[in-house]
């Protein structure tokens, strides 16, 4: 029979608990503190802990690494009544197989019990697999570097403070932006997210703002506006600094006066949303070039949260390789895991596409590879063509361009072959454009809106170039 062990200070909630659980077919040991839990766990008592977080002589957060390391393979709950997403964040970082938050329903308590007996005994065959520790965080990663964010986080859940995130491509902007609204007081009104680079910029105002019938030609209709659509929960405004500067100025007026008024309307509209921005620009740049409004970014930076890129974060590669892998696998794309050598040699890239690059190889090497173990080799076949390992950046006076340009043109002077279609122009710009638009898409992990606008080309052309020239972009949607 299983044992449970339990430790709570208050004694109505043992009484219950242990009275669910025993019918439950288990048998229970009921402590007040932790000191007698401990004892147990020392003496080899139990198959599952379940523990309060406040007691009266240790707080379970104290207790739980302890015991994780004392006997790694006992599954510890943990119960609390600080129903916050920072206890919930610190339980997993502490290794708890599962958080509850007080009060719950005892028979969630029992499965959920059940699963922990479970899969601690499955777990200890399948070392790699920590699913169950990380399933249901919203957030992977326990490194150092995300620390300062999930404390910034878990107070912004309980504040309602504007909140400007930045990070390069990939980092999880918008993800956190998620959290923030998923776990916080706005909850259970809607989230609207809108991407500035993604809308024409003519359009920005009226797509915000929403527009009243007869304020343009062709508004043959009142249209509400994302802000509208937006209101009692929050408004993701992504790309920020695309924000064309008419529209900069109606959303200062949002944020200073708590109105707003549509594209043509007069009446101004009462608005209560919380906003949260984000983008992968400097905006104190572009404040610099005349861009970006210097009281717009005081108003949305007051709360700045700042996404280390993956590269500073590598201790957290295996568990976000292992969250991406029981996501393939409820995508029924299969069930693998990645050896050792496969994970050291995602250590050593540097990642210019952050989570999503590694979310795409994962996902990618899991669909293409029938085996069940991942290897380094199949990881390094995966990145042959993604980017180059360590290699050393070309040093420009060793080889430059017009060197490499002369070199290539000789070549067509001498063999004649080129020379005879009578289009050399558009031959060499064929031989150089390719490399110019695959690495620029590298660089924005398969982000053509990005690509577009560093190449300072236009959208369309950017895609008929890429068509011409048979580039194929991978980029796995989620
Ligand atoms: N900490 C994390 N844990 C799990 N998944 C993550 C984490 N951070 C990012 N991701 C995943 O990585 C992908 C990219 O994240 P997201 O779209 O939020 O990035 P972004 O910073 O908004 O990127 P971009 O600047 O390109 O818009 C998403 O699929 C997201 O779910
Ligand atoms: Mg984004």
């Known amino acids: ?39 147990w766990v020392e003496n080899g008592f139990g198959d599952l802990v379940i523990s309060d977080v406040v007691m009266p002589d240790e707080s379970g957060f104290d207790l739980l ?8 393979e006992l599954p510890v709950i943990i119960m609390s009544a600080q129903n916050t997403v920072l206890t919930a964040i610190t339980a997993a970082e502490k290794g708890a197989y599962e958080y509850l938050a007080k009060p719950f329903d005892l028979n969630e308590l029992v499965a959920i ?14 070392t790699n697999n920590m ?35 930045t990070g390069e491509s990939g980092t999880g902007k918008e993800l956190v932006a998620r959290v923030l609204h998923d776990f916080g007081k706005r909850k259970n009104r809607p989230f609207v997210a809108v991407n500035m680079a993604a809308i024409p910029k003519d359009l920005i105002e009226s797509e915000l703002f929403g527009y009243e019938k007869g304020a343009f030609t062709g508004a043959n209709s009142r249209n509400s506006g994302r802000f509208e659509q937006a209101e009692g929960g929050t408004l993701f405004l992504d790309e920020i600094g695309d924000m064309p500067m008419s529209a900069q100025t109606r959303l200062l007026r949002v944020l200073q006066e708590g109105e707003f008024n549509m594209v043509g309307g007069v009446k101004p509209i009462k608005t209560n949303i919380r906003i ?8 104190t740049q572009l404040i610099r070039l005349g861009q970006f409004r210097e009281d717009l970014y ?23 390789v292992n969250h991406f892998l029981v996501q393939a696998e409820k995508q029924g794309l299969g069930n693998k895991i990645f050896n050792a050598g496969a994970l050291s040699k995602l250590r050593e890239l540097d990642w210019p596409g952050n989570i999503r690059q590694l979310e795409n190889l994962v996902k990618r090497v899991v669909a293409l590879y029938p085996q069940d ?31 490499s340009t002369r070199m290539w043109l000789e070549n067509c002077f001498d063999s004649q072959e080129i020379l005879e279609n009578d289009d050399l122009y558009r031959q060499f710009l064929a031989e150089i454009e390719p490399s ?19 190449l300072g080309l236009n959208r369309n052309t950017l895609r008929k170039k890429l068509k011409e020239y048979d580039i194929e972009i991978i980029k796995v949607s989620v």
């Open 131 to 165: 699913a169950s520790q990380n399933d249901d965080l919203p957030l992977i990663g326990r490194s150092r570097a995300m620390q300062d964010i999930y404390r910034i986080i878990a107070r912004l859940t309980q504040i309602d403070l504007t909140a400007m995130i």
């Open 373 to 403: 173990e991942v290897t380094e080799d199949i990881i390094e076949a995966e990145i042959a063509h993604e980017q180059p390992i360590h290699e050393p950046r070309g040093d420009a006076s060793a080889l430059s361009l017009d060197k």
């Open 1 to 39: 029979m299983d044992e449970i062990l339990i430790a709570d200070d208050d004694a109505a909630i043992r009484t219950v608990i242990t009275h669910a659980l025993t019918r439950a077919g288990y048998r229970v040991r009921a402590a007040s503190n932790a000191s007698t839990l401990w004892s």
């Open 436 to 454: 110019l638009l695959r690495y620029v898409l590298e660089q924005t992990a398969g982000n053509q809106i990005r690509a577009s606008k560093i």
């Open 298 to 320: 005081y108003r949305l930076n007051v709360v700045p949260i700042n996404l280390p890129p993956l590269r500073a974060r590598k201790d957290d590669i295996a568990d976000l």
């Open 276 to 283: 949260v921005a984000a983008t992968h620009q400097d905006l």
């Open 65 to 72: 690494p302890r015991i994780k390391k004392r006997r790694p």
């Open 113 to 126: 019990s059940q699963r922990a007996i479970q899969s601690s005994k499955t777990g200890a065959k399948k």
